[in-house]
């Protein structure tokens, strides 16, 4: 049985191209997983496996590893004193924001994060969607401030930064020697003493030296900071630092610090430069210092399915089973992965396990440690370990595993909404199966893709978070299903609201020889409450206001369930309706004619007839914009983000150039990048990710269902 206190289960998440991979690649070399450091910008690193990934240079699965670090135990280098093995899991994560599901999943079952921000670029949008995430969560987390090496590099800026924009009490526990070219090493604010990497070892050993003359007041002053934002976590320490600070011990600090991060009251800062082998092993050294084991967290909670009362698990291998699938992956090779999270308990290969969603018992014929796209089959898994499994035959993203004997439903992930949509048509007659067997596939793997067919033209809709999610999609289906499709212009995904409250009564009468057909209700549509939607319960309110009976109990659910049902196509242009509330007060029903269907069938026609009157209007997808400009074309840049109907939200500049923040319709902003690229000589950039759904100006509301109807038309 492992000792679950030297586990540790942890990400690496960031913006685009802070260098989670590399990282991810220099933290393999260093615990000897690999033996020559693989490049993201040769599609050389273990990590990106794909080939989208290896021709693009950018993650787009989360990738999980295994590996063992050695930490000193005592106060020395690894080489002179006694170490302790710690085992890693590691997930490695992509920074666009068009796959942020799969930086959601791995938060929902992993205990610490490694945040990663660029050294010359600090918190980016993309930083704020992961530490956002990182809060649902709970997960404590280091952050790293890497690509100190580059020019315009400043770590005490991005400590600033991630203070002001995402409201964390970060603490360096080092000041960079140096900066850009200079950057040499870091002094230690804990041990006091400077630490200077050796190059020609690839950062595998280092001198530890006294601290640079010219930084001993600026040192001093940090360490002074660092131990007042830890001794509210132990007095003792805070005594000790006014008697004699000398006093305070390297332990009592560690400890403290480890304390204050596991509760998330502070973020510990450390720096480096991966790319140059700087700075990861003290990284290493802090995930085992700092981030949580298995056995440091709050035990797990769950449901009883049956009854539901809360159940909780601990950590151990002793109580029974319980684990979350929280990715499927199709493997040539295998066939269907199910990577799942250890919580509880103890699962031998060949055993069987209940899936809660499905009611059904699954056989689990292998179990594998997972090493990027490699596998390595183990004989068992235990509790606070990350494996995957082969041989289920019903699961999804999501799913609860658990003890036939001792059920228990674990709380599911938050699963964001797609903004964008195409339409696809196999080439020929035999891509048609094809297609349909890899979208299927494809929508097992990934639950940000939607589809559906457009019952009007008979074409497929796949529904995605952006153009560059939806165009990997289509070239997987080519490369990995060989199905040849055409594909249509990308299409924004909107949807419908009702803005006024009415009244109504629906009769639904059917007469047709023998048993009839009846149903009559009253009741309200219109927008839903503000204090159900705060609550998160989902955009779908319904209200039960009948007293007297005068219908009948069981015919309710029908009720509700044909209005549910009707949400999906909007009385405007058939888009999905948003936040609707239905109160129900009043009917009748016929003895012999009323059931189920009856009710159903008259709650549908009640939501189009009624619909019509609640003054229904298109809601627009809104993206939050962000591009980095060099000052000469700030004029163009926010002229063009005007044209495209943009809501400037402020502007500040960082290392000589200007950054423009905006809200803007998604609609308007297909093809900026390269309109951007225009406007500046290629010097802007931009990053775009989904913020909310607003009412469209009536202008586009007219255009929209003009289109909607003119296709239903033709």
């Not at 600090?122 to 890497?146: C, D, H, K, L, M």
Request: include cysteine; hydrophobic fraction near 40%.
């Amino acid at each position: 049985m492992a000792d679950l206190r030297y586990q540790r289960n942890f990400g690496i998440a960031a913006h685009i191209d802070a260098g989670k991979t590399t990282t991810t690649e220099r933290i393999l070399r260093y615990t000897g997983m690999i033996h020559r450091i693989g490049e993201v910008h040769e599609g050389a690193a273990t990590t990106d496996w794909m080939e989208q990934e290896k021709e693009r240079g950018i993650t787009i699965t989360s990738a999980a590893v295994s590996c063992k670090w050695n930490f000193p135990t005592d106060k020395g280098q690894a080489i002179k004193g006694s170490t302790k093995e710690y085992s890693f899991n590691i997930i490695d994560t992509p920074g666009h924001v068009d796959f942020t599901v799969e930086v959601e999943r791995s938060m929902r079952v992993l205990d610490g994060l490694i945040a990663l921000f660029s050294a010359v670029d600090g918190v980016e949008p993309q930083s704020e969607t992961v530490w956002r995430q990182a809060n649902r969560y709970r997960v404590p987390r280091i952050g790293f401030v890497n690509k100190m090496d580059r020019i315009g590099a400043d770590f005490l800026m991005v400590v600033q930064q991630v203070k002001d924009m995402l409201g964390a009490k970060a603490v360096p526990l080092q000041l960079p020697i140096g900066a850009e070219d200079n950057f040499t090493g870091v002094v230690d604010l804990i041990k006091m003493k400077g630490i200077v990497w050796h190059v020609e070892t690839e950062g595998m050993t280092f001198d530890e030296i006294p601290v640079p003359e010219d930084m001993i007041d600026e040192v001093n002053e940090w360490r002074q900071n660092l131990i007042e934002a830890v001794a509210e976590y132990d007095e003792h320490l805070l005594e000790k630092f006014f008697d004699d600070p000398n006093t305070i011990t390297e332990d009592e600090v560690h400890e403290a610090i480890r304390k204050a991060c596991i509760d998330l009251s502070i973020v510990p800062m450390m720096c480096g430069s991966s790319f140059k082998n700087k700075g990861v092993q003290t990284a290493l050294d802090a995930v085992c210092r700092y981030l949580p084991a298995p056995v440091d967290i709050e035990a797990i909670k769950g449901t009883d399915p049956d009854s539901g009362d809360e159940i909780i698990r601990h950590p151990d291998p002793k109580e029974p089973f319980a684990a979350l699938a929280f990715k499927i992956m199709t493997d040539p090779f295998v066939g269907r992965l199910a990577f799942f999270r250890v919580y509880s308990g103890h699962l031998d290969a060949g055993s069987y396990v209940l899936n809660v969603r499905s009611g059904k018992n699954e056989r689990i014929s292998r179990i594998m440690k997972m090493f990027a796209n490699k596998q390595n089959p183990i004989d068992f898994i235990e509790a606070g370990d990350i494996g995957a499994a082969v041989g289920f035959k019903d699961i999804k993203t999501g799913d609860s595993l658990c003890d036939e004997k001792h059920p228990i439903a674990l709380e599911n992930m938050f699963i964001p909404e797609p903004v964008i949509a195409i339409a696809i048509e196999p080439k020929t007659q035999a891509d048609v199966d094809k297609m349909g067997m890899a979208i299927a596939k494809l929508v097992e793997e990934d639950p940000t893709l939607r589809v559906n067919t457009d019952e009007d033209t008979g074409q497929t809709i796949l529904r995605g978070m952006g153009e560059l999610h939806l165009e990997i999609i289509v070239d997987r289906m080519r490369r990995e299903f060989k199905v040849e499709i055409n594909q249509g212009a990308p299409q924004v995904a909107y949807k419908e609201a009702f803005t006024a409250k009415i009244e109504h009564r629906e009769v639904f009468k059917k007469q047709t020889g023998g048993r009839g057909k009846f149903a009559d209700i009253q009741f309200e549509i219109g927008p839903a409450d503000e204090e159900f939607l705060k609550e998160g319960k989902g955009n779908y309110q319904f209200i039960n206001d009948i007293f007297g009976g005068s219908i009948p109990k069981e015919f309710l659910p029908a009720i509700q369930k044909g209005f549910e049902a009707s949400m999906t196509t909007g009385v405007l242009a058939g888009f999905p309706v948003e936040n609707m509330k239905v109160r129900i007060f009043d009917g009748s029903f016929h003895q012999v004619d009323s059931d189920s269907m009856s009710f159903e069938l008259c709650a549908k026609s009640g939501f189009r007839e009624a619909g019509r009157k609640a003054k229904p209007i298109i809601l627009e997808p809104i993206m939050k914009v962000e591009v980095v400009t060099p000052d000469q074309y700030m004029g163009d840049v926010t002229g063009d983000l005007n044209r495209r109907r943009a809501m400037l939200e402020g502007m500040d500049s960082r290392n000589n150039l200007q950054v423009i923040k905006a809200k803007v319709p998604l609609s308007e902003m297909f093809g900026y990048v390269t309109q951007l690229r225009s406007l500046s000589s290629g010097r802007a950039t931009s990053t775009m990710e989904f913020s909310h759904y607003a009412p469209a100006p009536r202008n586009i509301e007219e255009e929209v269902v003009a289109k909607a109807k003119g296709k239903v038309s033709a």
